[in-house]
């Protein structure tokens, strides 16, 4: 199988991590192990535990890692890390990485149906199990696709789209990407049409609610800082706006201490910080990388170290 995928800002996410060789890292999203296969580089009798849920992933990704005996490849969702690996006996580790969004390898493989620029069934299951876009597009009412398509692609014409739905599936079901992608062309002015990617926000709102991904989100991350060792890194790269405020959000939570009214003279919480920001501002790609890989330009890299 030729699963393609560039690590983004690889570099910058290992030296995040901050690797220690007897240490133990969590690669939540594994990927085409490119992350992966630098963490295992660098560990002599450490462990690193491998996670993801595309069954394509996890099958590259054993091929890839076999010739380090510190990896472990797990087909699981990053959310479910604490149990799975606390049924292994882990309790601590040092370092996780997670990052979001999809693959390229995902992305150029026409028939998974996440792409608008191929015509494929739609489908965008990231598990390839489940609920599909064909399921969301063609069952879903058309204020519950507003929602999505408003909340998750942050798309103005979420109404117009919904609505737009609903009157062509009322005649048959929506079954391919292309399908789709001419009715949210089709709802949308001229002007708009005319934009580089109109379909991209609709694309990936209904993507993101297929793979729940911000619940997941916000379920791993807490799985991750619940599994850290004091000094252990906490490494997510994201790429999009609504998964970078969540992060941002959880890293500001953890890293707070006073949580009394402002006008307290003293100080009766007790609360103290959980962690430290490694990086107060997100780290972007180079110029040299946006460059070679155009999809690294949305990409945001906080890390977070456990107190």
């Known amino acids: 199988m030729d699963f393609h995928h560039v690590s983004v800002m690889l570099w ?31 560990l002599v009798s450490g ?15 054993r091929e890839r890692l076999k010739a380090y005996s510190c990896a472990e490849v797990i087909e699981s969702n990053f959310s479910r890390m604490d ?10 580790i040092d370092g996780v990485l997670l990052d979001l969004g999809v693959s390229s390898h995902q992305l150029d493989q026409r028939e998974r149906g996440f792409s608008y620029q191929g015509d494929a069934p739609l489908d965008m299951r990231m598990s390839q199990k489940g609920l599909s876009a064909r399921d969301v597009v063609n069952t879903y009412s058309v204020e519950e696709l507003t929602r999505i398509l408003r909340d998750f692609g942050e798309e103005r014409f979420a109404y117009q789209i919904a609505r737009n739905i609903d009157k062509h599936r009322q005649s048959k079901p929506i079954e391919t990407t292309l399908e789709l992608a001419d009715i949210i062309k089709g709802s949308m002015p001229a002007a708009a049409r005319r934009e580089k990617n109109p379909c991209k926000r609709s ?18 991350l807490d799985a991750a800082f619940s599994m850290l060792r004091s000094g252990g890194r906490l490494v997510v790269l994201t790429f999009h706006s609504l998964e970078d405020r969540i992060v941002k959000q959880k890293f500001a939570g953890w890293c707070k201490g006073c949580t009394c009214p402002p006008d307290f003279p003293t100080c009766v919480c007790g609360n103290r910080p959980k962690a430290k920001l490694i990086n107060r501002k997100p780290i972007l790609a180079s110029q040299e990388e946006l460059a070679v890989n155009p999809r690294s330009k949305s990409a945001k890299l906080r890390i977070l170290e456990k107190l």
């Not at 060789?21 to 992966?36: L, R």
């Not at 149990?83 to 601590?92: H, I, N, W, Y």
Request: proline fraction near 3%.
């Open 12 to 42: 910058e996410c290992i030296d995040g991590l901050a690797i220690r060789p007897d240490g133990i890292y969590v690669d939540g999203t594994a990927g085409g192990a490119g992350h992966s296969s630098e963490i295992a580089k660098r």
């Open 47 to 61: 462990k690193l535990f491998s996670f993801d849920q595309d069954p394509d992933a996890v099958e590259t990704a």
């Open 83 to 92: 149990s799975v690996l606390r049924e292994k006996g882990v309790e601590e």
């Open 203 to 220: 694309f990936q709102a209904i993507r993101i609610a297929v793979n729940e991904e911000l619940d997941v989100l916000e379920i791993g």
